[in-house]
């Protein structure tokens, strides 16, 4: 007798990890495997290598990518502490900053479409 698995049919699990940001709540969107090993990469690689702005796109990239409800200019607002605080947040199992609460209340924010690539995603303003 055969076994089957139907991946397509398991539900995805929810992450439970939201930033607010500017008043509206952006939930995280599952990673893939490969898109988790990779973000684990470079935050090893930041802290080793030097090309500032080149880690510092990439950051941008990959927290784009998790939360794609966050506009590109709002990221690019922030200052490095928060900034780092956000990458850390979706790097970590238990960020340390990271609070449980209830959501009631406030706003969430629209779905977007994100593309793959990351460097058109500032044609948004506003």
Do not use: C, W, Y
């Not at 990959?62 to 966050?70: D, G, K, N, Y």
Request: proline residues 6%.
């Amino acid at each position: 007798m055969t076994k089957f698995l139907d991946l397509d049919a398991l539900p995805t699990r929810k992450l439970g990890k939201t930033i607010k940001l500017k008043g509206v709540r952006h939930d995280m969107v599952p990673m893939g495997v490969g898109q988790f090993l990779e973000t684990q990469k470079i935050a090893e690689q930041i802290a080793v290598t030097g090309d500032f702005a080149d880690q510092f796109e990439t950051v941008v990239a990959q927290i784009l990518s998790v939360f794609p409800t966050i506009p590109r200019a709002d990221l690019l607002e922030l200052d490095l502490d928060k900034l780092n605080a956000v990458f850390e947040f979706l790097t970590m199992a238990d960020a340390p900053k990271a609070e449980d609460v209830a959501a009631a209340g406030e706003p969430a924010a629209p779905a977007r479409t994100a593309s793959k690539s990351s460097t058109s995603a500032s044609s948004s303003a506003g």
